[in-house]
């Protein structure tokens, strides 16, 4: 019943606001301007069209309004007055009572905000989609931002999840085309990191995460700010971090005045986005322009700030691998090698041709290399190769449609500061020097110390293991053949780690010689 009314709400609100004049003026369609004429009725709208969008998706709740968040940053897709609207979307949604946070504050901490802190704002300073945010001070004099959770958002969630996984169920069934998207997976995904936005501890801990991934001790500390968590001020509908001063990264003028080298600043940003996913797998999925801020402190001056840490994406061994050969094989243009990478994935049928394939990727991508950013749109090469897929029956991975959606996010900012980065020149080098440290010595030597602690307890009790498991009686022959492979694995691991010790002495030994020569 909830699903029902919820689709009625977004009707009317699209009758409302006018967005259905709105799509029907899009259409260069003899039939939409006939209806638009209809619809109309010798009238036009009092609002220009992105007021009445940005209207209508903060009526609608919190996944439109992130819709629209994410819309604002592609200039390169939307009209530039619709652009504009949306990016109020980011930092300027309508708040809630300043009573309601107070007693939200009260109910999570136990104590009403004049007793917990030294000053507390009571006008809010930012209102998302999800929540609002006061500045206070600490009785300690540290400076703080107190985020609070907007009330009853649990149920307004749950109504529109419930939508989107029907309409999830219909596209599922209007044939192989609709299977092949995983349209319920995809909402499954969302659904998660949504019902996990609400839990502000969750995002605390994705915070304190990202600050120790960019603290001092990672060598990476100077390009990404993360607030430090004060932990005995949170709880699930409140959080409270330390105060970040800096400007929005959309101010691109106020930042030259400041004397930041905005290109490089636009290539740090990507660095920071392919560290993120490639180093650590642990990445800020939220960032759109609001989230993102540079310091204005001479200090710090040019360093990124992140904010808002309620979706954070996270990427397996193996898909970063994956991944990262792909990025590598578009970058040196080797189309047959993904290819091969989709085939070995299992993305495509096994049965697919590999040279067709090949061929197909070629087509969508060579025409987009050795060009600025400003002349590249990453959704129109997406859009490509998504039609490409279809002929290929290529399976898309709900995994991944996170990571997906930030590489938009970047592109947006990337273009928003520097119309002539290239994205490709800017990740390639970083692709090629972490490629070397997983698979040279170094990657080696990582693997090794990380496993070094499980094996050195396997490793004794294994040759007794498999003694007693040979000698037990009633083994099947498929059990003893087992036990069999299992010992020899062991005796060709042995011969490994002397091979390995014997080629470790060896360099030293050189090392030693040159020294003392």
């Known amino acids: 019943m909830f699903p029902l009314l919820r689709l009625l709400r977004i009707i009317l609100v699209s009758l409302r606001y006018g967005l259905d004049e709105l799509v029907l003026s899009s259409l260069n369609h003899p039939l939409a301007t006939c209806l638009l004429r209809v619809i109309r009725l010798g009238t036009r709208p009092r609002q220009p069209r992105g007021q009445r969008l940005r209207l ?14 994410v819309l604002s940053t592609r200039r390169d897709l939307i009209p530039a007055d619709i652009a504009n609207e949306l990016a109020l979307l980011q930092d300027r949604v309508p708040p809630f009572p300043s009573a309601q946070a107070a007693a939200c504050i009260e109910a999570a901490l136990g104590a009403p905000p ?37 009330p009853g958002m649990l149920n307004i969630i749950e109504k529109d999840l419930s939508l989107l996984k029907i309409v999830a169920r219909i596209i599922e069934r209007l044939g192989a085309d609709g299977r092949r998207l995983k349209p319920r997976e995809v909402v499954a995904e969302f659904d998660k990191y949504l019902h996990d936005e609400l839990d502000l501890v969750r995002e605390a801990s994705n915070c304190s995460q990202l600050r120790r991934n960019f603290g001092p001790e990672s060598g990476r500390g100077d390009m990404l700010m993360v607030p ?140 987009y290399f050795d060009r600025p950013l400003s002349e590249i749109s990453l959704g129109q090469v997406l859009l490509r190769l998504f039609q490409t897929s279809r002929r290929f029956n290529v399976e898309i991975q709900p995994q991944l449609v996170l990571l997906q959606k930030t590489l938009l996010n970047v592109e947006g900012l990337g273009r928003q500061l520097d119309p002539n980065l290239d994205l490709w020149k800017t990740a390639k080098p970083y692709l090629e020097r972490w490629m070397r440290q997983r698979v040279g010595i170094k990657g080696l030597r990582q693997s090794l110390e990380k496993e070094a602690v499980q094996w050195s307890q396997m490793l004794p009790a294994l040759p007794r293991l498999v003694h007693d498991h040979l000698n037990r009686p009633n083994l099947s022959p498929a059990l003893l053949a087992e036990m069999v492979q299992l010992r020899r694995a062991q005796e060709q691991s042995n011969r490994l780690v002397a091979a390995l010790v014997g080629v470790l002495a060896l360099a030293i030994g050189v090392a030693l010689w040159a020294l003392t020569r």
């Open 56 to 69: 209508a998706l903060e009526s609608l709740g919190p996944i439109f309004v992130k819709f629209g968040q």
């Open 228 to 367: 430090e968590v004060i932990w005995e001020y949170t709880a699930s509908t409140v959080f409270t971090m330390q105060r970040m001063y800096g400007v929005p990264v959309g101010q691109v003028e106020r930042m030259r005045e400041l004397g930041i080298d905005i290109p490089t600043l636009a290539r740090t940003g990507v660095e920071i986005f392919f560290t993120q996913v490639f180093t650590d797998g642990f990445f800020h999925a939220d960032m759109h322009p609001g989230n993102i801020y540079v310091s204005d402190r001479p200090e710090t001056l040019g360093s990124y700030i992140a904010l808002d840490f309620g979706i954070v994406g996270s990427l397996s061994e193996f898909d970063k691998n994956y991944l990262a050969q792909n990025f590598l094989a578009f970058f040196h243009r080797d189309y047959r090698r993904v290819a091969q990478l989709h085939i070995e994935s299992g993305w495509v049928p096994p049965d697919t041709r590999e040279e067709e394939l090949e061929g197909a990727v070629r087509a969508v991508c060579e025409p």
């Open 114 to 150: 004049e007793k917990l802190f030294a000053q507390f704002q009571v006008d809010p300073v930012a209102s998302a989609s999800i929540a609002q945010v006061h500045f206070a001070v600490l009785h300690d004099g540290r400076e703080v931002a107190v985020k609070v959770l907007r």
